[in-house]
């Protein structure tokens, strides 16, 4: 069972930057991973930001976040990083970090099976 708990959420002026963290308790050498992040604007569905896979250099981005975010992982450290630039107030939401087995990328929040509990980003005007 993968645990995974993010960090570094918080309030920022927009053109800001923030870095959030997510590290996972237990990651098997022995099966492939996908990481995401999704977010979740209040009263709106949660939706894919970017991912990466666990071994290799392939990455994934959302239209919305393309040159300004950039997904990294540290495989000594079990942890997937988001670099968040150039914010904008329609960045505001909580922020979940993801995984699933696999080598696919995946958009849909149903084909994730390992969920962290969040972490509030807010970006004011």
């Known amino acids: 069972q993968m645990q995974l708990v993010e960090s570094g959420g918080g309030l920022v002026q927009a053109g800001g930057s923030l870095r959030l963290s997510c590290a996972a308790s237990v990651v098997r050498t022995d099966s492939t991973y996908v990481m995401g992040w999704f977010r979740q604007a209040l009263g709106k569905e949660r939706e894919f930001v970017s991912g990466i896979r666990w071994s290799g250099s392939s990455t994934y981005y959302a239209d919305s976040v393309k040159g300004r975010f950039t997904i990294s992982r540290d495989n000594a450290k079990n942890t997937v990083y988001l670099q968040m630039n150039s914010l904008k107030p329609e960045d505001t939401a909580n922020y979940y970090c993801?995984?699933?087995?696999?080598?696919?990328?995946?958009?849909?929040?149903?084909?994730?099976?390992?969920w962290g509990q969040g972490t509030q980003v807010t970006v004011s005007s």
């Open positions: 993801a995984a699933r087995t696999g080598t696919y990328f995946r958009t849909d929040p149903s084909g994730y099976a390992y």
